[in-house]
């Protein structure tokens, strides 16, 4: 266990719609990181917040936002689903301090769009 | 753009052997990290080894090793005394100094034979 959780663990919804991921960092890291996993694209880097700013940008599209909350935990917000989006997204977390920064993963949500 | 690439798809090995996995980057930095994620069917990313590139020394855990080549921008990952337990898909990952994004390879699967 990373400490770091994710919820809901599964999500399967429709295509043109819009969900919420949400994490909870570990106690102490003030930096959360979102990753997509896809067949096709593999993992990739989506997003980063640090201490509830926006660090670090990666491949997000421009239906996807996200946000860090007073108390750390982040949102990832999708919306205007397509089939495509269907991946595992991860949540990760460090102290970000820099130069040595290890992230410890949480264990995914699983996103499906029909 | 910093890539990762990882040539092989799937590599097998018996129970108790030695595997080792590839891994090749492209970079123009000189001062980065590399890691080795294990991704076990229940999905979690969990690490097993980092290496920092100012250290000419290989980084060991246990029965995990790592050759790092830095000229020839290699960093293969060697399993000594294979376990049923590290059957798995095994990612390569660079992250330049000073940022915080996680670059990943498209992974290596990983099958362990009793």
């Known amino acids: 266990d990373s400490g770091v959780t994710q919820t809901p663990k599964h999500l399967i919804t429709a295509t043109g719609q819009r969900v919420t991921l949400r994490c909870s960092p570990r106690?102490?890291?003030?930096?959360v990181y979102w990753y997509q996993q896809s067949l096709d694209q593999g993992l990739q880097f989506l997003i980063q917040?640090?201490?509830?700013?926006?660090?670090a940008k990666g491949n997000i599209l421009e239906r996807f936002s996200a946000q860090q909350f007073p108390d750390l935990h982040s949102e990832l917000n999708l919306s205007s689903l397509e089939l495509g989006d269907s991946a595992l997204y991860f949540c990760?977390?460090?102290?970000?301090?820099?130069?040595?920064?290890?992230?410890?993963f949480g264990p995914g949500t699983r996103l499906t769009v029909l | 753009a910093q890539t990762v690439t990882q040539s092989q798809p799937e590599m097998s090995v018996q129970e108790a052997e030695t595997v080792t996995l590839s891994c090749t980057y492209d970079?123009?930095?000189?001062?980065?990290?590399l890691f080795w994620y294990k991704q076990p069917p229940s999905r979690q990313m969990i690490l097993v080894i980092r290496?920092?590139?100012?250290?000419?020394q290989n980084a060991t855990e246990n029965r995990f090793s790592v050759n790092f080549q830095k000229a020839a921008k290699s960093f293969s990952l060697k399993i000594s005394d294979s376990q049923l337990g590290d059957a798995a898909m095994y990612f390569c990952?660079?992250?330049?100094?000073?940022?915080?994004?996680?670059?990943f390879g498209t992974g290596t699967r990983l099958q362990v034979f009793p």
């Open positions: 990760a977390s460090s102290v970000a301090i820099r130069g040595d920064n290890e992230q410890f």
């Open positions: 106690s102490g890291d003030l930096s």
């Open positions: 917040y640090y201490n509830g700013e926006e660090r």
């Open positions: 970079t123009s930095e000189s001062d980065y990290y």
């Open positions: 290496q920092e590139a100012y250290k000419q």
């Open positions: 990952a660079y992250r330049r100094w000073g940022t915080d994004k996680l670059i």
